[in-house]
């Protein structure tokens, strides 16, 4: 079975500018989240989504932004750009029928803010 | 809110002696516990995972972890380490809101 993917792996953006990242589950799961990955806040749960609703938030402004297409495969979208935006994307996908369901991540989208 | 405490952000061992990475937990009932481990420039991998079927988790590559209520604690355990076994270690924990949340991660340095 394929594993999660994340494309594209390495993004530079500039200050202002929008990005979308694409994410795509394994086959047969239906639930995907976002995580951020920084070294001075570590990994924070941006969103999660199952069977295209969103089923719960994290605390990032309005400008970061997801959804989640049928086939359940998902994109996150940042707009207005800050320098602070640079980090690791993670995307994670799961079964999603119980909390306790493990999460498989992908290799994560590296955003770089300039 | 439910939350993780890494006790240690850096661990060094020599390579074939134990390892230990403390985890303590709060949590307003019982949350599904995980580790997982990320190597340099590699995606997050599943160690294990508690889900209140047993208290002692064993996981992959001789990792286990022992759930104790009473200490709202889940500590990581490898009777033996290896050189492959530096990395980075994440304590998690997911009440029930499908969301997961990390502890600050321990990086794990083994001497030969």
């Known amino acids: 079975k394929a594993g999660v993917t994340q494309t594209p792996r390495y993004l530079i953006k500039t200050r202002g500018q929008q990005v979308t990242l694409s994410c795509s589950p394994i086959?047969?799961?239906?639930?995907v989240s976002w995580y951020q990955q920084t070294p001075g806040q570590g990994l924070q749960f941006l969103f999660e989504y199952f069977s295209e609703t969103q089923r719960n938030k994290g605390n990032f402004p309005g400008r970061f932004s997801g959804r989640q297409f049928s086939n359940s495969r998902s994109e996150m979208n940042v707009s207005t750009l800050e320098l602070g935006d640079s980090a690791l994307y993670l995307c994670a996908s799961s079964v999603g029928l119980t909390s306790g369901n493990e999460q498989f991540f992908g290799p994560g989208t590296r955003l770089t803010v300039l | 809110a439910q939350s993780v405490t890494q006790l240690d952000s850096h661990v060094s061992v020599s390579e074939g002696t134990p390892v230990l990475l403390r985890c303590n937990y709060s949590?307003?009932?019982?949350?599904?516990l995980f580790w997982y481990v990320q190597h340099p420039n590699k995606g997050l991998q599943l160690l294990l995972k508690?889900?209140?079927?047993?208290?002692l988790v064993k996981g992959i590559n001789g990792f286990e972890a022992e759930f104790k209520k009473s200490e709202t604690s889940f500590h990581l355990t490898k009777p033996s380490a290896h050189m492959s076994d530096a990395a980075e270690y994440f304590c998690?924990?997911?009440?029930?809101?499908?969301?997961?949340?990390f502890g600050a991660g321990t990086t794990v340095t083994v001497r030969a």
């Open positions: 508690y889900t209140s079927a047993a208290t």
């Open positions: 998690v924990v997911s009440p029930n809101d499908y969301k997961l949340s």
């Open positions: 086959s047969g799961h239906r639930s």
């Open positions: 949590s307003s009932y019982s949350p599904s």
